[in-house]
T-cell receptor, first 112, second 116 residues
Framework: EDQVTQSPEALRLQEGESSSLNCSYT??????LFWYRQDPGKGPEFLFT???AGEEKEKERLKATLTKKESFLHITAPKPEDSATYLC?????????????FGSGTRLLVRP | GAVVSQHPSWVICKSGTSVKIECRSL??????MFWYRQFPKQSLMLMAT?????????EQGVEKDKFLINHASLTLSTLTVTSAHPEDSSFYIC????????????FGNGTRLTVT
């Protein structure tokens, strides 16, 4: 069964305290892994797409990496405004169409 | 960047009534839009794929007679929750893809539905 698991479920950091969020997946035929940020009461905001193992993408304090079984979202020296839920999603080909399977997210709280 | 607009952002309705949610692509044409549902602290669950000019494709377990989807133009898809019940209370989010199949989805800001 195709599955996406994110850990930890929640993470509290002090401002400036770097850490990593994990997204592990078991799918038959990955067609891309996506990271989104979701603020309370809002829709997800696209951050990164990764397609192959070894690929890395960076944006400000965020860096996403991908292996054959998992992806990490590294947050360097986070600020309070980085507080949000971070969602990971994998795209698979099912019944001749692409589908996104989302993880349940990691709720990040960065304290000043 | 691509913008997906969703309206209303929140709605409260009485049990048994119907509610319509609109999803618009503001600066691009979307032949396909996707409707998701999200419960608190849970992941997004795909409900249906909305196809312009044709019938929507529903995921297993989603009642197509209860969640009516209409995609009448390249910039507008609507989701109507018919005869709403308290268990339909949830956060409904639409999304659309700009460009080819390997492009990321862009999401609307969601609609919080509360059925009393």
């Amino acid at each position: 069964e195709d599955q996406v698991t994110q850990s930890p479920e929640a993470l509290r950091l002090q401002e400036g305290e770097s850490s990593s969020l994990n997204c592990s997946y078991t799918v038959s035929g990955l067609r891309g892994l996506f990271w989104y940020r979701q603020d309370p009461g809002k829709g997800p905001e696209f951050l990164f797409t990764l397609y192959s193992a070894g690929e890395e993408k960076e944006k400000e304090r965020l860096k996403a990496t991908l292996t054959k079984k998992e992806s990490f979202l590294h947050i360097t020296a986070p600020k309070p405004e980085d507080s949000a839920t971070y969602l990971c999603a994998v795209r698979i080909l099912m019944d001749s169409s692409y589908k996104l399977i989302f993880g349940s997210g990691t709720r990040l709280l960065v304290r000043p | 960047g691509a913008v997906v607009s969703q309206h209303p952002s929140w709605v409260i309705c009485k049990s048994g009534t119907s509610v319509k949610i609109e999803c618009r692509s503001l600066d691009f044409q979307a032949t396909t839009m996707f409707w998701y549902r999200q419960f608190p602290k849970q992941s997004l669950m795909l409900m249906a794929t909305s196809n312009e000019g044709s019938k929507a494709t529903y995921e297993q377990g989603v009642e197509k007679d209860k969640f009516l989807i209409n995609h009448a133009s390249l910039t507008l898809s609507t989701l109507t929750v018919t005869s709403a019940h308290p268990e339909d209370s949830s956060f409904y989010i639409c999304s659309a893809r700009v460009g080819r199949d390997n492009s990321p989805l862009h999401f609307g800001n969601g609609t919080r539905l509360t059925v009393t």
